[in-house]
């Protein structure tokens, strides 16, 4: 399994491309403590994003400084597949919305 230090891209999934990029990175936030890096999904030529969101990483909790981020195809594939089987439909308008995934995008 190759890493990928990219920000972005596109992913095919069951025959159907996929843009991503990355919306926002692991953070402490004063009201919710360690929010997770999101990224957001949406289908090629399709009006609706996805706002994908994982868990903080354990070791920001731990107070160890932040790693680099490790996103593959493989792992935005899955996130798609999640973001499919709760329910977002991307050819449909309307406001983004947010799915929460495993750290392996499931």
Not at 21 to 45: A, F, K, N, V, Y
Not at 68 to 93: N, Y
Request: charged letters at 25%; hydrophobic letters at 35%; one cysteine or more.
């Amino acid at each position: 399994m190759s890493k990928s230090q990219s920000k972005g891209g596109a992913v095919q999934v069951d025959g159907i491309l996929y843009d991503w990029h990355l919306q926002r990175e692991p953070h402490l936030s004063d009201d919710e403590g360690w929010r997770g890096m999101t990224i957001c999904l949406q289908q090629r030529d399709a009006r609706r994003e996805a706002l994908v969101e994982f868990p903080p990483p354990k070791r920001l909790m731990k107070g160890l400084p932040p790693g680099r981020l490790q996103l593959d195809d493989a792992t935005i594939s899955r996130c798609v597949r999640a973001a499919l089987a709760a329910g977002w439909e991307p050819t449909t308008r309307g406001k983004p919305v947010t799915f929460m995934v495993d750290a392996d995008g499931n």
